[in-house]
């Protein structure tokens, strides 16, 4: 199977609420992403696992956590959902130093209310 | 950090005319430029790609062209249809951060 898959595909949750999203790929890929996608901008970087080391960006560090129990899959936790929250949740794969482009899910679509 | 830059916000052309973005980077460790693709309500989809020892790439309708010296690369949709219509991202990759840094993208419509 070589697709990254992310559940749900879609998700509302209320303000102050917890939210936790799911990606998972059984292609032994050694980095999973987490993007933030808005209308009319670009895709942000939220975090990344190369293996077991995660890497935050420092703008979103403390808003976003993530956890990779094994290879194949990696959530991303959102403590209390505000709605600025409300986005495109992108989880994407590669084997870093390979030069092949990082493989997208089809996204989790969080409305916060 | 990684600074990536599309040229082009919007561009429309008619069907059967070609369509090209430019994206200019600045990050020297940047050695691997994917463009995606993103259709009304979907996720991202790989288009093409260019590797840092060559300046040119075709993969049927799609060239993507690459000046290092510059810091920029180009895609060009030849023989345009309407399904190409959508947003179009490039994305310099670093291969040692494990990086990929988008620029805005680009909104192409094509016109029958």
Redesign the interface.
């Given at each position: 199977d070589t697709t990254v898959k992310q559940n749900p595909r879609y998700k509302l949750a209320r303000v102050g609420k917890p939210v936790n999203l799911i990606c998972s790929q059984t292609m032994n890929h050694d980095?999973m992403?987490w993007y933030q996608?808005k209308p009319?901008?670009?895709?942000?970087?939220l975090l990344?696992y190369?293996d077991k080391i995660l890497n935050r960006e420092a703008d979103t560090f403390e808003k976003f956590q993530s956890s990779r129990p094994n290879n194949s899959f990696c959530s991303l936790y959102i403590g209390s959902a505000g709605l600025e929250y409300s986005a495109?949740y992108?989880c994407?794969s590669?084997r870093?130093?390979y030069?092949q482009?990082?493989?997208?899910?089809?996204?989790t679509r969080l409305s916060v209310l | 950090g990684e600074k990536v830059e599309q040229h082009e916000s919007t561009l429309s052309v008619r069907e059967g005319d070609s369509a090209v973005i430019n994206c200019t980077y600045t990050d020297t460790a940047s050695s691997y430029f994917p463009w995606y693709k993103q259709e009304a309500g979907k996720s991202l989809h790989f288009v093409i790609d260019i590797r840092s020892n060559v300046d040119r790439k075709q993969s049927q309708r799609l060239i993507v062209l690459l000046d290092k010296k510059a810091k920029r690369f180009s895609l060009h949709i030849t023989a345009t249809q309407p399904e190409d219509s959508a947003i179009y991202f490039c994305a310099p990759y670093n291969t040692n951060t494990g990086k990929l840094t988008f620029g805005d993208g680009t909104v192409l419509t094509v016109k029958p």
């Open positions: 980095t992403y996608k009319n901008q670009a895709p942000k970087l990344f190369y495109m992108l994407a590669s870093v130093g030069n482009a990082p493989l997208f899910g089809e996204g | -």
